[in-house]
């Protein structure tokens, strides 16, 4: 079993960065597809960026430009750089794994990033 697990949330300034970590618990880094998802209260969990297989990213466009994903295969994690955040971008933020692309079977436990001032 697949375990992910999240870290680097936290409360920060609108126009501040963050950097969120999603830890694999097996060595999968370089072979799956990753996903961060982040629901917003009284919204549906949405796809903000992926990272495939072969490191091809994509973007939601509300964070195209501003987020960067990117993956550490050595230490089986996967990162998403969050600049010039803004107080929309509140959200858990959830990290999900699977060997295809698409949303995958595997997700961690959730983040909570707070952009406010």
Known sequence: QVQLVES????V???GSLRL???????????YTFNWYRQAPGEERAL????TAGDN?????SVRGRFIISRDNA???VYLQMNSLRPE??????CNAGPLIGVGP????GTQVTVSS
């Open 75 to 77: 230490k089986n994690t």
């Open 13 to 15: 300034q609108p126009g």
């Open 89 to 94: 971008d509140t959200a858990v933020y959830y």
């Open 106 to 109: 595997y997700w961690g436990q």
């Open 48 to 51: 903000v960026a992926r990272i």
């Open 57 to 61: 990213t994509g973007y939601v466009d």
């Open 21 to 31: 970590s999603c830890a694999a618990s097996q060595n999968i880094a370089r072979d």
């Open 8 to 11: 680097g949330g936290g409360l």
